[in-house]
Protein backbone atom coordinates (compact mmCIF):
# COMPACT_ATOMS: atom_id res chain seq x y z
CA UNK A 1 0.00 0.00 0.00
CA UNK A 2 1.40 3.29 -0.75
CA UNK A 3 2.34 6.38 1.55
CA UNK A 4 -1.04 8.39 0.21
CA UNK A 5 -3.64 5.08 0.65
CA UNK A 6 -2.05 4.83 3.93
CA UNK A 7 -2.97 8.47 4.74
CA UNK A 8 -6.52 8.15 3.40
CA UNK A 9 -7.31 5.65 5.87
CA UNK A 10 -6.20 7.29 8.21
CA UNK A 11 -8.15 10.79 6.97
CA UNK A 12 -11.21 8.05 6.47
CA UNK A 13 -11.24 7.62 10.32
CA UNK A 14 -10.83 11.02 11.37
CA UNK A 15 -13.50 12.94 8.86
CA UNK A 16 -15.90 9.63 10.55
CA UNK A 17 -14.82 11.26 13.66
CA UNK A 18 -15.21 14.62 13.46
CA UNK A 19 -17.98 14.32 11.08
CA UNK A 20 -20.50 12.69 14.04
CA UNK A 21 -20.43 15.81 15.98
CA UNK A 22 -22.99 18.52 15.51
CA UNK A 23 -22.43 21.99 14.25
CA UNK A 24 -22.62 23.14 17.78
CA UNK A 25 -19.80 20.94 18.91
CA UNK A 26 -17.55 21.67 15.90
CA UNK A 27 -18.08 25.76 16.55
CA UNK A 28 -16.55 25.41 20.23
CA UNK A 29 -14.20 22.84 19.29
CA UNK A 30 -12.40 24.37 15.97
CA UNK A 31 -12.53 28.58 17.00
CA UNK A 32 -8.93 28.01 16.05
CA UNK A 33 -6.94 25.55 13.84
CA UNK A 34 -6.41 22.23 15.30
CA UNK A 35 -3.38 20.01 14.62
CA UNK A 36 -2.78 16.81 16.52
CA UNK A 37 -0.96 13.47 15.85
CA UNK A 38 -2.76 10.24 16.02
CA UNK A 39 -1.34 6.63 15.59
CA UNK A 40 -2.63 4.09 13.15
CA UNK A 41 -1.06 0.69 12.16
CA UNK A 42 2.26 1.37 14.15
CA UNK A 43 2.74 4.75 12.52
CA UNK A 44 2.67 8.69 13.44
CA UNK A 45 0.15 10.36 10.99
CA UNK A 46 -0.19 14.50 11.63
CA UNK A 47 -3.90 15.76 11.28
CA UNK A 48 -5.12 19.20 10.71
CA UNK A 49 -8.81 20.27 11.33
CA UNK A 50 -10.09 23.76 10.65
CA UNK A 51 -13.66 25.31 10.19
CA UNK A 52 -13.86 26.73 6.46
CA UNK A 53 -17.36 28.46 7.06
CA UNK A 54 -19.81 29.18 10.20
CA UNK A 55 -22.87 30.35 8.16
CA UNK A 56 -26.24 30.50 9.21
CA UNK A 57 -27.48 27.32 8.12
CA UNK A 58 -24.26 25.28 8.41
CA UNK A 59 -20.69 24.61 9.18
CA UNK A 60 -18.13 23.43 6.31
CA UNK A 61 -14.60 21.88 8.18
CA UNK A 62 -11.52 20.38 6.57
CA UNK A 63 -9.60 17.39 7.17
CA UNK A 64 -6.13 16.84 6.41
CA UNK A 65 -3.27 13.87 7.36
CA UNK A 66 0.11 13.37 6.56
CA UNK A 67 2.92 11.98 7.57
CA UNK A 68 5.40 15.01 8.21
CA UNK A 69 7.86 13.46 5.56
CA UNK A 70 8.84 16.03 3.10
CA UNK A 71 8.15 16.43 0.30
CA UNK A 72 4.71 14.28 -0.20
CA UNK A 73 3.87 16.33 2.89
CA UNK A 74 3.63 19.41 1.42
CA UNK A 75 0.35 18.24 -0.35
CA UNK A 76 -1.51 16.08 2.82
CA UNK A 77 -4.41 14.40 1.51
CA UNK A 78 -7.30 16.51 2.66
CA UNK A 79 -11.25 16.04 2.44
CA UNK A 80 -14.41 18.20 3.97
CA UNK A 81 -17.78 17.99 4.92
CA UNK A 82 -20.60 19.89 5.79
CA UNK A 83 -22.65 20.08 9.06
CA UNK A 84 -26.09 21.81 8.92
CA UNK A 85 -27.22 23.72 12.08
CA UNK A 86 -30.01 22.91 13.89
CA UNK A 87 -32.70 25.87 13.79
CA UNK A 88 -34.73 26.89 16.75
CA UNK A 89 -37.98 27.73 16.72
CA UNK A 90 -39.44 31.09 17.62
Known sequence: MSRRQLWRRVLDVEVTRWSARSAEELIEELHQLRNYEVEFEGRT????????????????????VDDGMLPAAIVPACDSFVRPKRHRSS
Open 45 to 64: YQVEVQMLENTDGYVHVAVA
